[in-house]
């Protein structure tokens, strides 16, 4: 038998190296395609998915868009009616509000002056109150001060 020199079991050695390394390497690429194809797999579902979600996502806004114009439209209208009936307001207050006060006027003036003073109301002169030190003081105890402007 022949002995085994050191340059052929060096070269054992690395050729053994490189068959582990090897093996390795052909298991992480068979790894790789793997995921490669699952990815692409679920890519590929994605894609089928997000097309009709995407068709459905453009019709809903579209169909806001439509509903946002036929609001403005209302929000214009209602603006418009909100004018008119301000100005209408604005008319009759114009036309009737300054005669009607006047003859509301007159009419309290005609009771007034036709109807006197009944007995049994308080005097004028009586219903005032007199301030005294911050506070008031009601005329039924001021006693006999408060006929001053009167005639008996």
Not at 2 to 10: D, F, L, Q
Not at 86 to 92: G, H, N, Q
Not at 99 to 117: E, T
């Amino acid at each position: 038998m022949r002995a085994v020199s050191g340059g052929e079991v060096a070269g054992i050695l690395v050729a053994v190296f490189w068959a582990i390394l090897v093996s390795f390497l052909a298991v992480a690429l068979v790894r790789v395609a793997q995921t490669l194809k699952a990815t692409t797999k679920l890519v590929a579902d994605v894609t089928d998915q997000a097309v009709p979600l995407l068709a459905d996502a453009s019709a809903a806004v579209r169909s806001a868009q439509t509903q946002i114009d036929r609001v403005d439209s209302i929000a214009s209208d209602v603006q418009e009616v909100t004018s008119n009936a301000s100005a209408l307001s604005s008319t009759v207050a114009s036309t009737f509000g300054g005669p009607l006060v006047k003859v509301a006027a007159f009419g309290y003036g005609v009771r007034r002056a036709l109807g006197g003073r009944r007995d049994d109301e308080p005097a004028l002169a009586a219903r005032r109150r007199t301030v005294l030190v911050g506070r008031t003081v009601p005329s039924a105890r001021r006693g006999k001060r408060n006929n001053r402007g009167k005639k008996d």
